[in-house]
């Protein structure tokens, strides 16, 4: 476990920004390195010909790859929160932008998982520009969209992927779309 998740057995990792292949085994490295033993969500595609390099889905999930089906995402969410059910101490790895390409937004099941399993969220990161990775920060999430995802904003607002043009915006789709039910311009003119 990482020094700063005392007593956490039952955590949701996430890493960002994620803009390069290169982040997978970095990452890999870095949480060898700090000791955690974690479980990863990765495209499925990756365990598959000719993704894999030859090196086929065994090594993936030997090293704790689950292999997620993203054309379904229905159902991912309560699929990982019974794995969190079902074990006494279980790390959970994933990218909340799901691509090393920009996006808009990123995907906001890594926060209900975290909410559903009643888990906390710890930031890892790789930040190229400074060439340190790491565990940040932990956060419970409370609920609330809003003041969750300024909190993990905060957070990533100084850190830079290896391809700084490709990372994602830091809100999930339904921020998005709170924000455009409140703001609505008076079609009749007043104010």
């Not at 074990?87 to 099941?109: M, Q």
């Not at 609330?144 to 993990?152: A, K």
Request: proline fraction near 5%.
């Amino acid at each position: 476990m990482a020094e700063n998740l005392p007593g956490a057995h039952k955590y949701l990792f996430i890493g960002a920004p994620h803009t390069s292949y290169w982040d997978f085994p970095i990452g890999l490295l870095m949480g060898k390195a700090l000791g955690l033993k974690f479980k990863f969500l990765m495209a499925e595609k990756f365990f598959h010909k000719p993704f894999n390099l030859g090196w086929g889905g065994w090594w993936l999930r030997k090293n704790g790859g689950i292999a997620v089906d993203r054309s379904r995402p229905n159902g991912l969410v309560d699929q990982v929160v019974a794995e969190f059910d079902a074990h006494d101490e279980l790390v959970i790895a994933l990218s909340p932008d799901g691509t090393t390409n920009k996006t808009d937004h990123w995907r906001s099941g890594f926060y209900y998982i975290a909410l559903k399993a009643n888990v906390p969220i710890a930031l890892g990161f790789l930040d190229y520009g400074s060439k340190i990775a790491g565990i940040g920060k932990t956060i419970y999430p409370i609920g609330n969209i809003e003041t969750d995802m300024n909190v993990i904003r905060d957070f990533y607002a100084d850190k830079r992927g290896k391809h700084p043009e490709r990372e994602s915006d830091i809100r999930i789709k339904q921020e998005r779309l709170l924000q455009a039910a409140v703001v609505f311009p008076r079609l009749d003119g007043e104010a």
